[in-house]
T-cell receptor, first 111, second 118 residues
Framework: GEDVEQSLFLSVREGDSSVINCTYT??????LYWYKQEPGAGLQLLTY?????DMKQDQRLTVLLNKKDKHLSLRIADTQTGDSAIYFC???????????FGKGTRLSVIA | GAVVSQHPSWVICKSGTSVKIECRSL??????MFWYRQFPKQSLMLMAT?????????EQGVEKDKFLINHASLTLSTLTVTSAHPEDSSFYIC??????????????FGPGTRLTVL
């Protein structure tokens, strides 16, 4: 079955790097996503990675994928107070199928 | 990038009334849209998959007669909460696939609609 697990909370100091971890169980997932949700708002797509990739970097964001361990991580370099939000990891089997979300990690950035 | 809008952004209604929420893909066509529900401090739970021109596919435990979904065009899907009750109060979020736009299977989300039933 499908299941996506994330730690619920992470607290970092401004300027440090944040690493948010996620594990998934469906090895047939083709796409893996990271979304950001600020209070009272919808989901903002941050980045995604195909299952045949190991790493993807986009400015301050680095996604690492370990298919063997079914582990996905999101690293935010030089974390800012504006990065405080809930970050959702999600997996998807194929196109036109819904996403399966983790419970979200609440990132708090301390100035 | 792809933009998905929802209307209204929030609504307060009396128990027993029906509420319609619209989801639009503004700059791309979406053959498939999804409706999610999010309770406070919880993750998104898929309610149904909406396909243009056909009946929606509902997840187990979601009453299709209570949550009516209509995907009338490639840019519009509506969710109608019929005979709403306080337990239906939640944050409803829609999403749409942008396959045509980007050539990859990326799903973009609307800003959500907060429904409060008194």
């Amino acid at each position: 079955g499908e299941d996506v697990e994330q730690s619920l909370f992470l607290s970092v100091r401004e300027g440090d790097s944040s690493v948010i971890n996620c594990t998934y169980t469906d090895s047939s997932s083709t796409y893996l996503y990271w979304y950001k949700q600020e209070p009272g708002a919808g989901l903002q797509l941050l980045t995604y990675i195909f299952s045949n990739m190991d790493m993807k970097q986009d400015q301050r964001l680095t996604v690492l994928l370990n298919k063997k361990d079914k582990h996905l991580s999101l690293r935010i370099a030089d974390t800012q107070t504006g990065d405080s939000a809930i970050y959702f990891c999600a997996e998807r089997f194929s196109g036109n199928t819904p996403l399966v979300f983790g419970k979200g990690t609440r990132l708090s950035v301390i100035a | 990038g792809a933009v998905v809008s929802q209307h209204p952004s929030w609504v307060i209604c009396k128990s027993g009334t029906s509420v319609k929420i619209e989801c639009r893909s503004l700059d791309f066509q979406a053959t498939t849209m999804f409706w999610y529900r999010q309770f406070p401090k919880q993750s998104l739970m898929l309610m149904a998959t909406s396909n243009e021109g056909s009946k929606a596919t509902y997840e187990q435990g979601v009453e299709k007669d209570k949550f009516l979904i209509n995907h009338a065009s490639l840019t519009l899907s509506t969710l109608t909460v019929t005979s709403a009750h306080p337990e239906d109060s939640s944050f409803y979020i829609c999403s749409a696939d942008s396959l045509q736009l980007e050539g990859t299977d990326t799903q973009y989300f609307g800003p959500g609609t907060r429904l409060t039933v008194l």
